[in-house]
């Protein structure tokens, strides 16, 4: 098979099964066709499915290589990952998901580590807000006043120090925010209209690894 033929024929399908979502979706036809159509989305559990187990056989082969090169202070860590993930197997496939064994270990010691991985996640958070509230010009001087303004308005310390801060913290995020966030909103999905297009016109290729 050639190349242009393996690059025509994913964007013939992308295109043509978009076609028929969007056309099953305004217009109404035949009960048979529409089941058909709607039959398509059910393909994308499949796609998860395989996509992680993909993702399962690249994690053993990357720490598994590893454990073989003993990798100098991540081989260890690689051996306690490849432990959990086959006693989740095991307790999984063995006594179900929603067993006591299995939830014991998912509260035992999953939510602990995931615990802790979001508490050291404060420092990274404060650090890149100490870089980015640096005041060098305007608008990086209201970034920083607003900042203070809503971290006063959500702290006890700030309604004692004056009892106005949680109303100039509300309004801050009710009116220039909520501003904000709908106009990001509406480019985000013009966007995602655009990019739809260009899938259904064929013009984007980087689902199959065109440039």
Known sequence: MSNALRRSIPRALTSLIGLLLIVTYFFQLPSSIVDAVNFIPR???????????????????Y???????????????SIVMLLSLLL???VGLGTGVNSEAFSWIYNALL????????????????SACFRILR?????????????ILVMLSNAALGE??????????????????MAVFRALTIGIG???ILQGIRVLLGRERGYFGGS
Do not use: D
């Not at 720490?63 to 860590?77: A, N």
């Not at 004692?160 to 509300?170: A, E, R």
């Open 111 to 126: 939510v602990p580590c995931s615990a802790t991985t979001y508490a050291m996640w404060c420092f990274f958070i404060a």
């Open 190 to 192: 013009l966007g995602m």
């Open 135 to 147: 005041v060098r010009g305007k608008q990086a001087a209201v970034l920083l006043i607003s900042a």
């Open 43 to 61: 393909f994308s559990v499949v796609i998860v499915a395989v996509a992680v187990g993909v993702g399962a056989f690249t994690l053993l082969k």
């Open 160 to 177: 004692l120090l004056w009892v106005n801060f949680p109303l100039i913290g509300s309004w801050i995020q009710t009116v220039p925010m």
């Open 88 to 90: 989740f197997v095991i």
């Open 63 to 77: 720490h598994v290589s590893l454990i073989r090169k003993r990798e100098p202070g991540r081989w260890i860590y």
